[in-house]
């Protein structure tokens, strides 16, 4: 049973008062709303609990008042606190200004549909106008657009009738050729792209498309989906080593992991490791942003270990963010060094969390760090380089974490607080992990969160919802491949579709220089090349 978004405010007492007045009268509207709230809640619980899943925290999240999102603003509005200082004026100022709605997308917003240009019927360039008679007739910049959005199925066939025709002495058969460009090959690599970007990229498991396409009388078995996936990804690897590589010399190196599942999976790290991880790692270096995911055993420090062994010597350390868990932190490495940054949302997601219990501390906490995420937004808006930004910390945001350190050191050092409380452990967590929360004030280019690998990571989580699990090690090892290309055109806003199937068209070229069929620079490499035959 689905719940509705709906907090319904009722205790055990007045819902046992409900029940024994049912037996007396009929119920109110309200009390009806109330009673039917709970049944729905408790056959939610009951769900819950069945699933091995299930977390503390979702069920204290559906029982007990809980914070939908962990937005300063809306946090404090449901601990009834009002910001306070210039941050607070300022959201309770935006909080009057008016929305803006979602209207309808523009016709500039359809880049990947067909274009087609229709002339006037009747008037052409240089005619004289029907209206005045007097005028001549200019096209215009920009031309009048109509969309015209039409379904279809994700993968479509045409059937080729080609006549044949038969001697009727000789009883030779001729037959009609097929068209230019039909090829011999049943599959088009587009038919590959698209199955790998519904399945990897947007969770849609192969039994899921092939009711669909059996439904629109296309039929496409899952069987068939996978040996169109496996095959375009031998084809297009050299792409995702490349990516590696070029990921390796990243200037900031962003990884977590989330769990995984893989039914025969012989165990690199040993028996005595039963977990199986999807890890994603996010590399921003050269304004380029990438992502690769790897699925097995192994921890997201190990993968990013493997992946630093393409780094070049001669560069300096990089930046590596992640959350303070040791697994994601690589093991010390000969010649590699690495520069530590722990996630400011992590620390932060502590206070969230006990908010209720401690409103006013929490405020001071959420409001500290909420001034800290203007400051850096204000960075990126006015388009700051890595010195300006750090420069621009150190003066805005430095005064107030260091207030926040010492706050927090007198919080537990004159016992305001109980160290083991809600409250206690999410300070002392702040200050354990200072100098790693706090790298943004000291190095050029440090972030102040793995949020953009969170947000990488739901591709995987996506995947693992939908399709519950990977059959063998190759399967991952296709899966990941895709994800991290696919994943990668989005960070770059790149249309992974044509991408993909660029890539397999030129396969062969990809495989001699696959640095020039990267998802920023492919559509260059494309245009030279068509130059060159043209020639």
């Given at each position: 049973?689905?719940?509705?978004?709906?907090t319904i405010d009722v205790s055990i007492q007045e819902l046992e008062t409900l029940v024994?007045?049912?037996?007396?009268?009929?119920?109110?509207?309200?009390?009806?709303?109330?009673?039917?709230?709970?049944?729905?809640?408790?056959?939610?619980?009951?769900?819950?609990?069945?699933?091995?899943?299930?977390?503390?925290?979702?069920?204290?999240?559906?029982?007990?008042?809980?914070?939908?999102?962990?937005?300063?603003?809306?946090?404090?509005?449901?601990?009834?606190?009002?910001?306070?200082?210039?941050?607070?004026?300022?959201?309770?100022?935006?909080?009057?200004?008016?929305?803006?709605?979602?209207?309808?997308?523009?016709?500039?917003?359809?880049?990947?549909?067909?274009?087609?240009?229709?002339?006037?019927?009747?008037?052409?360039?240089?005619?004289?106008?029907?209206?005045?008679?007097?005028?001549?007739?200019?096209?215009?910049?920009?031309?009048?657009?109509?969309?015209?959005?039409?379904?279809?199925?994700?993968?479509?066939?045409?059937?080729?009738?080609?006549?044949?025709?038969?001697?009727?002495?000789?009883?030779?058969?001729?037959?009609?050729?097929?068209?230019?460009?039909?090829?011999?090959?049943?599959?088009d690599e587009t038919s590959a792209s698209m199955a790998a970007i519904l399945k990897y990229?947007?969770?849609?498991?192969?039994?899921?498309?092939?009711?669909?396409?059996?439904?629109?009388?296309?039929?496409?078995?899952?069987?068939?989906?996978?040996?169109?996936?496996?095959?375009?990804?031998?084809?297009?690897?050299?792409?995702?080593?490349?990516?590696?590589?070029?990921?390796?010399?990243?200037?900031?190196?962003?990884?977590?992991?989330?769990?995984?599942?893989?039914?025969?999976?012989?165990?690199?790290?040993?028996?005595?490791?039963?977990?199986?991880?999807?890890?994603?790692?996010?590399?921003?270096?050269?304004?380029?942003?990438?992502?690769l995911f790897f699925t097995g055993d192994k921890h997201a420090g190990e993968n990013l270990?493997?992946?630093?062994?393409?780094?070049?010597?001669?560069?300096?350390?990089?930046?590596?963010?992640?959350?303070?868990?040791?697994?994601?932190?690589?093991?010390?490495?000969?010649?590699?060094?690495?520069?530590?940054?722990?996630?400011?949302?992590?620390?932060?997601?502590?206070?969230?969390?006990?908010?209720?219990?401690?409103?006013?501390?929490?405020?001071?906490?959420?409001?500290?760090?909420?001034?800290?995420?203007?400051?850096?937004?204000?960075?990126?808006?006015?388009?700051?380089?890595?010195?300006?930004?750090?420069?621009?910390?150190?003066?805005?945001?430095?005064?107030?974490?260091?207030?926040?350190?010492?706050?927090?050191?007198?919080?537990?050092?004159?016992?305001?607080?109980?160290?083991?409380?809600?409250?206690?452990?999410?300070?002392?967590?702040?200050?354990?992990?200072?100098?790693?929360?706090?790298?943004?004030?000291?190095?050029?280019?440090?972030?102040?969160?793995?949020?953009?690998?969170?947000?990488?990571?739901?591709?995987?989580?996506?995947?693992?919802?939908?399709?519950?699990?990977?059959?063998?090690?190759?399967?991952?090892?296709?899966?990941?491949?895709?994800?991290?290309?696919?994943?990668?055109?989005?960070?770059?806003?790149?249309?992974?579709?044509?991408?993909?199937?660029?890539?397999?068209?030129?396969?062969?070229?990809?495989?001699?220089?696959?640095?020039?069929?990267?998802?920023?620079?492919?559509?260059?490499?494309?245009?030279?090349?068509?130059?060159?035959?043209?020639?």
């Open positions: 049973m689905k719940l509705t978004a709906d024994d007045d049912a037996r007396k009268q009929p119920l109110n509207e309200e009390n009806h709303r109330k009673l039917k709230g709970a049944i729905e809640t408790l056959a939610e619980l009951a769900r819950m609990l069945a699933d091995q899943e299930t977390t503390l925290s979702q069920l204290r999240a559906l029982l007990l008042k809980t914070p939908t999102t962990e937005k300063t603003e809306q946090t404090l509005k449901r601990a009834e606190i009002e910001p306070t200082g210039k941050a607070g004026k300022d959201k309770k100022a935006d909080r009057k200004k008016k929305r803006k709605g979602h209207g309808r997308k523009p016709a500039s917003a359809f880049a990947g549909a067909r274009k087609v240009d229709v002339a006037h019927p009747t008037l052409k360039r240089g005619d004289r106008c029907a209206e005045c008679g007097k005028g001549k007739l200019y096209p215009l910049k920009e031309p009048g657009v109509r969309v015209r959005i039409v379904g279809q199925a994700p993968i479509q066939a045409t059937v080729y009738r080609l006549e044949r025709l038969r001697c009727n002495l000789c009883q030779e058969v001729f037959e009609a050729p097929a068209p230019k460009g039909v090829g011999e090959d049943k599959y990229g947007n969770g849609v498991p192969f039994h899921r498309l092939e009711g669909l396409q059996e439904n629109l009388g296309i039929p496409l078995p899952a069987s068939t989906q996978w040996a169109m996936v496996e095959a375009a990804a031998e084809s297009i690897a050299p792409a995702h080593e490349e990516l590696m590589r070029q990921a390796a010399q990243g200037e900031v190196l962003y990884n977590d992991d989330t769990t995984g599942r893989i039914l025969q999976l012989k165990r690199e790290t040993g028996e005595d490791r039963t977990g199986v991880f999807t890890s994603g790692i996010v590399a921003t270096a050269a304004q380029q942003k990438m992502a270990a493997d992946v630093l062994k393409r780094r070049a010597a001669d560069l300096p350390p990089a930046i590596q963010m992640c959350d303070a868990l040791s697994r994601n932190v690589p093991k010390r490495m000969r010649g590699l060094e690495l520069l530590l940054a722990n996630c400011l949302t992590h620390g932060r997601r502590n206070f969230v969390g006990v908010i209720d219990n401690f409103p006013n501390e929490c405020r001071y906490v959420l409001e500290t760090l909420g001034e800290v995420y203007g400051a850096d937004e204000v960075a990126r808006e006015q388009g700051m380089t890595s010195a300006e930004r750090l420069a621009y910390h150190q003066a805005q945001s430095g005064p107030r974490m260091e207030e926040l350190r010492q706050w927090g050191e007198r919080q537990l050092a004159e016992r305001k607080v109980e160290p083991n409380s809600g409250l206690g452990k999410a300070i002392r967590y702040l200050l354990k992990h200072w100098e790693k929360l706090t790298l943004f004030l000291r190095r050029e280019g440090a972030p102040l969160d793995n949020n953009i690998c969170e947000r990488a990571l739901k591709k995987a989580i996506l995947h693992r919802k939908n399709a519950l699990f990977y059959k063998t090690r190759n399967g991952a090892r296709v899966g990941d491949l895709f994800m991290s290309l696919i994943h990668t055109c989005e960070l770059c806003g790149v249309n992974s579709f044509d991408y993909l199937t660029e890539l397999q068209r030129h396969a062969a070229e990809l495989q001699r220089n696959p640095r020039e069929w990267m998802p920023w620079n492919y559509r260059a490499t494309l245009e030279r090349t068509n130059a060159d035959r043209a020639a």
